[in-house]
């Protein structure tokens, strides 16, 4: 009996917990659509996402270019490897991003997403011609070639090809509602594709190393190598994190321009 | 007559009176196919190596150029803000239109392209596998196109645009299509990929409709 009170207990402590991050969730996503509320909070973030990412850039890159041990194979050229990895994860979340901010925009009309979504499209689509470059210059050392027909080569060159075609669509549309919600829809159905797009490349042809980390594995990396390399990653989010913020800043005051409080921040 | 056949029926019938809307892509198709051998090399057997792919990719180009009209004329005379106003489901709507713009493209370049084959070389075991990735992979082209074209009704010189869009959403048809074709060719079974098309139209048949209702919402806001 007492088991059975107890155990009722807990599932009402929980369900109470539930509910309480449930409202708080739902507070967060209601201050979310508040451009006001998200310029004023982000102000103070700036700063320290700024010296987070040089820190971050610096001591990554002197622990990977300087102290991590060469490749026995590839010798030092694969310490490109600290610039490529983590720009071509962060282009591929990057999009999924995009997509996702942009349903919110079409099923919940939140302004603020479709300024994320607008902002992050050249933003990852700069990183994707990244991990493009720093994979050609990677593979000239590495397969002899600058380019070759490899699975994941192209199916970033597709990628790529996604992130021109969203940009493309939202340059043409003559109003600014239907640019954003035709981006959505392309970045929607880019996103069902993706996966379909990646699977049917690798099984048509792949040179291209297997993928150095995965979540579900133990890393077959030197910890000498890793480490640089997580922090790299961690970085290059932060960083991102650090432009889409500064991006959607100006987007919120070039559209809330003619309200008090932008026009306030102006005069000061 | 529910709005959607109507709107079929009325589509098919415009294509039947204006036989350009279909005999151009078609003829587009068998030029684009005439400049591999004239710009690459003629010898019957490189050729028929290539021939698979070939055709394919001069069916996807062909497919592209007639898709730039799917949505124009119901944008430009006011037929679309009929069916929104009708409250005609537009998921219905939409798959009526690809299926029209499958039979009067896709169908047409699955019935032509063994002539092609004949032309290029084309392996004799490959011509049913040619026959039937088409069958299956045009309509999947259709269907997202239809997308594409729901989404640059309303743009001005929209055509470019939408070859943009829609050509990366493209690449994996082309590659179990062409990859089947190729191993029909030298032997091989090739059931495989043209179950990996299925399963796309499959999955396109689901979803895209959903894009493309969405899309043409668009068009009326502007």
């Given amino acids: ?268 | 007559m529910s709005l959607v056949t109507a709107t079929i029926r009325r589509d098919l019938l415009l294509a039947a009176r204006n036989p350009g809307e279909w005999l151009n892509p078609l003829m587009f198709f068998l030029m684009v196919a005439a400049l591999f051998p004239l710009a690459v090399d003629p010898d019957p057997t490189f050729l028929s190596k290539i021939a698979g792919g070939v055709i394919w990719v001069a069916a996807l180009l062909a497919t592209l150029l007639s898709l730039d009209a799917l949505y124009k004329a119901d944008v430009d005379d006011g037929s679309l803000e009929q069916w929104l106003a009708s409250g005609e489901s537009l998921y219905a709507m939409s798959l009526g239109k690809a299926l029209v713009h499958w039979c009067i493209s896709g169908l047409p370049l699955t019935l032509m392209a063994p002539v092609l084959g004949l032309m290029l070389a084309l392996p004799e075991d490959a011509y049913w596998a040619l026959i039937l990735s088409l069958a299956v992979g045009t309509p999947v082209l259709s269907l997202l196109g239809a997308v594409g074209a729901a989404l640059t009704a309303g743009v001005r010189s929209g055509g470019l645009l939408l070859s943009l869009l829609i050509l990366p959403l493209y690449i994996p048809v082309l590659i179990f299509a062409a990859s089947a074709v190729y191993h029909a060719g030298i032997g091989m079974a090739w059931n495989g990929q043209i179950g990996f098309l299925g399963a796309m139209l499959a999955l396109a048949l689901c979803l895209t409709p959903f894009a493309s209702a969405a899309a043409l919402k668009l068009n009326l806001s502007r």
């Fill in chain 1, 1 to 268: 009996m007492s088991d059975a009170l107890c155990f009722g207990g807990g599932v009402k402590t929980q369900l109470i917990a539930v509910v309480v991050m449930w409202q708080w969730l739902k507070q967060l996503y209601h201050r979310l659509g508040s451009p006001k509320w998200f310029y004023e909070i982000t102000t103070g973030w700036i700063p320290w996402l700024a010296v987070l990412s040089v820190v971050g850039t610096v001591v990554g890159l002197v622990m990977g270019l300087l102290y991590a041990p060469a490749d026995y194979l590839q010798g030092n050229s694969f310490r490109i490897i600290y610039i490529h990895v983590p720009a071509a994860l962060l282009a591929q979340s990057a999009f999924m991003m995009m997509a996702v901010a942009g349903a919110v925009y079409l099923i919940w009309r939140m302004k603020m997403a479709a300024w994320v979504a607008k902002v992050i499209a050249p933003v990852g689509a700069s990183f994707c011609l990244i991990a493009l470059l720093t994979g050609a210059i990677w593979g000239k050392p590495t397969w002899g070639t600058w380019w070759v027909w490899d699975a994941r080569l192209t199916s970033m060159l597709l990628l790529l090809f996604l992130y021109f075609g969203v940009m493309a669509l939202q340059q043409a549309m003559e109003s600014e509602d239907s640019a954003y919600r035709a981006g959505a829809i392309l970045s929607l159905v880019g996103l069902v594709n993706i996966p379909i797009i990646k699977y049917s490349v690798e099984w048509w042809n792949t040179l291209h190393q297997p993928a150095t980390l995965k979540l579900t594995e133990k890393p077959s990396m030197h910890p000498d190598m890793l480490i640089p390399l997580l922090i790299m990653i961690v970085t290059t989010y932060v960083f991102f994190a650090l432009l889409i913020i500064l991006r959607t800043r100006n987007e919120i005051l070039w559209h809330e321009r003619k309200r008090s409080w932008v026009k306030q921040i102006l005069e000061s």
